[in-house]
């Protein structure tokens, strides 16, 4: 875990985002550092609507996780991705809210995700 992190559950931030938050607050410090940056400044990330990912939990947790590293104060953006899913049966595609659910062309259960369940590190500015 980084600097900033104690190894406790903390109130209002699950597990799951806190080590996924952790791993990105790393990644982001790795890159930085490859780029002698002083500072990052902001990151960008893709959240799925299907991912398991609590966005609000991220935003918590990046806080404590950045905490005396190069990303102290930077700013987090989240940029929401909506789930998709294609209908193996009429190939149609719509918008999905679980990762299970019927074709409201068809009422088929045939449905693949083709969007939603990422979770992407898309940006980063340095300084």
Known sequence: MGPGVPGLFLKGCALHELSL????????????DRE???KILSITLEIGALSGVVAEAVEFAFDVCSKGTLAE????????IIGKGRCLDCHKETEIKTLTHLCP?????????????????????ID
Do not use: P, W, Y
């Open 21 to 32: 938050t952790q791993n990105i607050v790393d990644l982001a410090i790795e890159h930085a």
């Open 105 to 125: 062309h068809c009422g088929s259960l045939a449905l693949e995700t083709v969007q939603g369940q990422e979770m992407k590190f898309t940006e980063m500015e």
């Open 73 to 80: 104060g930077a700013d987090l953006e989240i940029r929401h």
């Open 36 to 38: 002698d940056a002083k």
